[in-house]
């Protein structure tokens, strides 16, 4: 089983850029997508940023144009680079697959490995 561990949260000013991490244990598959999920108290993970095998990117309407999502297979790691950070953005993040691969929302699926926070002042 591959864990997914997300690093480099932190605290940031409203306006300011982050760039998280999201590290393999194992070896992913070229062919597999990756997602940036973010999660805020008392609710459901959601999927905000996703990559397929191929580097084609996707992102949630609320993240559009702010956030870019990158990887490097050979590091088995995959990047949230976040830019114009506003305080809505402020959540613990995770990675994992990209699970509408799968048809699986994200609380149907229960192997999350360690996120990051992300607090964003205004």
């Known amino acids: 089983q591959v864990q997914f561990v997300a690093s480099g949260g932190g605290l940031v000013q409203a306006g300011g850029s982050l760039k998280l991490s999201c590290a393999a244990s194992g070896t992913i598959l070229s062919i597999n997508a990756i997602g940036w999920y973010r999660q805020y108290p008392g609710k459901y993970r959601e999927l905000v940023a996703a990559i397929s095998g191929g580097g084609r990117p996707n992102y949630a309407d609320s993240v559009k144009g702010r956030f870019t999502i990158s990887r490097d297979n050979a590091k088995n790691t995959v990047y949230l680079q976040m830019n114009s950070r506003k305080p809505e953005d402020t959540a613990a993040y995770y990675c994992?697959?990209?699970?509408?691969?799968?048809?699986?929302?994200?609380?149907?699926?229960?192997?999350w490995g360690q996120g990051t926070h992300v607090t964003v002042s205004s």
């Open positions: 994992n697959y990209d699970l509408r691969d799968y048809g699986l929302e994200p609380y149907e699926y229960d192997y």
